[in-house]
């Protein structure tokens, strides 16, 4: 994905619109102030509010020390002394402070006359007159009690009306909440991808090259009386390479580049998504000519749910109706080109996909051989290899892989090299990030009996012999009993890539894959439990023969696979009878090449022993020493016929040498 970078927003660091920051933290700070206030100007005492006639008894009976008069708020604090604090209807044995008792004045003018009464009463009475006090206002204890919440609370309402318009910091607020987040590449903020980083994928570079060509000389087209297209789909696989061709368009056009997430439009907000596509197109017709990217495009595009009641996401759907309105609706977003990037175009509305909206859909697949030697070139730029490394055969070894994975074999090769202390990356450290991507990490430390390693070596040894001499096998690379990721023991091949797959080629894969067990039996006579992967794919490729591709006696010619995942929701496609049938077949497939497996195992069971010897005392065999074993294959590698094909047509001598042994 692009970087995301807020540089077009208000308010951000380095920008003009800066305004002081009013967060959250003032507000803690205010609350803590407003605690140690509290604390520290609080006199641990205990007041009381009495009626007059209570406070004229307390005073009468001398129960009251000390009088303090407040004529501004007309009340009269008395401060209780021992004999009063008994008085009072609570436990007052643990309180240090002072007890009071506080009560409103009836008259400001008779209470001096009443205090004058009550000492005389109480000199009577032989006990000490009460001292008296006059307070002209209210201490400030009181007055943080009267007004601080008040102003607690206009505060917090300033600071949330800040924030919730987002005016204060940096348009993060809730009303900005419908804005699009996209990112703007243009003159100033160019990415540094352009397409020469783009190894393979010919056809897609020049479709999409086509497209920043209608944006910078639309005449030509129009002149013709051509319609520019108003959108392309990049399709394909995960890690072929999409966003990084988009990367490229954004480097290479010169015109505007806004690239967003289709993820970027979902928030919790009911409504939020159809703002921010339409606050993305208005963004995209104020800068026309220009491009607008939106990865992931499966997030909101996926197909309207057929009830809306049942499931459905409402406001992903009114986020893709809003989308669909601006791709194509009255109004006009003349010179702005939607490119969107899927892994999914199954899943996606039809309505998204008609032309109008995205016109053209550019399939990026997995590369081919020549596409990955391409590969390879451009992430070995930036590593130090050996010269005369075998690009050709590591694109073999990598049959399968993405542009991604490609990247990772790389990285990976080269850390592998690092941890060796080589001064350069060698094919061997290739073929070791490659084992490793494959098949997990070397786990020499696991302890492994002779008995189990004379087993493990006999299942792979059958695997190797079943390849090598069923025509469809894949070539072998190397065989192995050293245990990696969950494996005990793993047989590497180049696998072929294949437009059409004969039926033949199906069995002998099931063949090839069953051989581990066949052998086994065959040769130890009991199986083990090594073998479930194995046999997990068999019966994976047994009922795709089967229900996919209409290969089985019984039921030829049919199709019970579903390819959208919309048609049949929980119901099969077809009666218990045929269910019943596609066990029978499948059943009978996996068993029929189980039996082969152990016919070809027990013709060539003195070449199988040779090659299982081999593996128990190397631990890792090559293609050669099979070859060495089994004798030449007798069939040609398709791969190998491609190779010649190619450079036949460039007329040119193989450009990479064969790798050492
Ligand atoms: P996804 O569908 O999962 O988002 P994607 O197709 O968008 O995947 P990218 O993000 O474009 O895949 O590719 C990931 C990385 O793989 C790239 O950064 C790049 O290093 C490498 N890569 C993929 N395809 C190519 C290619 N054709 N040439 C060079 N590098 C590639």
């Not at 209570?54 to 604090?77: H, M, N, P, V």
């Not at 002149?223 to 108003?230: H, R, S, Y």
Request: proline content about 5%; some cysteine.
């Amino acid at each position: 994905m692009p970087p995301r970078s807020n540089n077009n927003r208000p308010g951000t660091p380095g920008n003009p619109g800066r305004k002081p920051m009013f967060n959250m933290y003032w507000m803690y700070a205010l609350i803590i102030l407003s605690l140690l206030a509290l604390y520290y100007f609080q006199d641990g005492s205990h007041t009381e509010k009495v009626n007059w006639t209570r406070f004229e008894e307390l005073a009468e009976t001398g129960c009251i020390s000390t009088i303090i008069i407040d004529k501004q708020s007309e009340d009269a604090e008395g401060i209780l002394n021992e004999k009063g604090r008994k008085q009072i209807p609570i436990n007052t044995d643990a309180m240090e402070g002072d007890i009071k008792v506080v009560t409103d004045i009836p008259s400001s003018s008779v209470i001096s006359e009443k205090i004058d009464e009550w000492n005389a009463t109480l000199a009577s009475g032989g006990m000490k007159p009460m001292t008296v006090e006059y307070e002209k206002g209210s201490n400030f204890t009181q007055l943080f009690w009267y007004f601080g919440p008040f102003v607690l609370l206009i505060l917090f309402w300033v600071f949330m009306s800040r924030r919730m318009s987002g005016g204060g910091s940096g348009g993060g607020g809730i009303f900005s909440v419908g804005k699009s987040k996209a990112t703007l590449f243009d003159k100033n903020n160019k990415t540094n991808v352009t397409f020469k980083d783009v190894a393979g994928l010919a056809e897609a570079k020049v479709e999409i090259e086509e497209i920043v060509e209608f944006l910078k000389n639309p005449q030509r087209y129009t002149e013709l009386g051509a319609k520019i297209p108003k959108g392309a789909l990049l399709v394909g696989p995960p890690g072929t390479g999409k966003t990084l061709l988009a990367k490229a368009v954004a480097g290479e056009a010169n015109v505007p580049f806004l690239s967003m997430s289709g993820s970027d439009f979902v928030e919790m907000f009911v409504g939020v998504g159809a703002a921010r596509v339409r606050d993305l197109f208005k963004q995209a017709k104020e800068k026309a000519p220009c491009i607008v990217f939106i990865d992931e495009i499966d997030a909101v595009g996926r197909a309207r749910g057929k009830n809306p009641n049942m499931g459905s996401n409402d406001e992903r759907e009114n986020t893709l109706n809003q989308m669909l309105t601006e791709m194509d609706g009255f109004g006009t977003n003349n010179g702005v080109i939607v490119l969107a990037a899927t892994n999914r175009a199954d899943m996606l509305d039809k309505a998204l996909l008609r032309p109008g909206r995205f016109d053209r859909q550019i399939y990026v697949d997995l590369p081919e051989l020549t596409d990955r030697m391409e590969i390879f070139n451009v992430h070995l730029r930036h590593l130090k290899v050996v010269p005369d490394l075998d690009i050709e055969q590591l694109a073999r070894q990598t049959q399968g892989f993405s542009g991604a994975d490609i990247a990772n074999v790389c990285n990976e090769a080269a850390l592998i090299a690092a941890r060796n202390n080589k001064k350069t990356v060698e094919y061997s450290d290739f073929m070791g990030a490659i084992d490793r991507i494959v098949g997990g990490l070397e786990k020499r430390s696991r302890v492994i009996t002779d008995e189990e390693k004379f087993s493990i070596a006999t299942h792979e040894a059958g695997h190797a012999t079943i390849t090598w001499m069923t025509q469809y096998g894949n070539p072998l690379v190397k065989v192995t009993i050293v245990p990696r990721g969950r494996a005990l023991g793993a047989a590497w091949y180049a696998p072929e890539a294949r437009q059409i797959i004969p039926t033949q080629a199906l069995l002998d894969t099931m063949c090839g894959l069953l051989a581990g067990r066949a052998a086994e039996e065959v040769f130890l006579g009991q199986i083990g439990t090594g073998a479930s992967d194995d046999l997990e794919r068999t019966t994976k490729i047994a009922r795709s023969l089967v229900i996919m591709y209409g290969m089985s006696d019984k039921l030829p010619n049919l199709n019970y696979n579903d390819s959208t995942g919309q048609e049949y929701g929980f119901t099969k496609p077809f009666s218990e009878e045929t269910a019943r049938i596609i066990d029978e077949e499948v059943a009978r497939i996996i068993n029929e090449q189980y039996e082969r497996a152990k016919e070809i195992l027990r013709k060539y069971a003195a070449q199988h022993n040779k090659i299982r010897d081999l593996l128990v005392e190397r631990e890792v065999i090559y293609h050669d020493d099979v070859q060495e074993i089994l004798g030449p294959r007798k069939w040609k590698s398709r791969t190998d016929e491609i190779m010649e094909l190619n450079r036949k047509e460039a007329g040119t001598p193989p450009p990479f040498s064969t790798p050492e042994k």
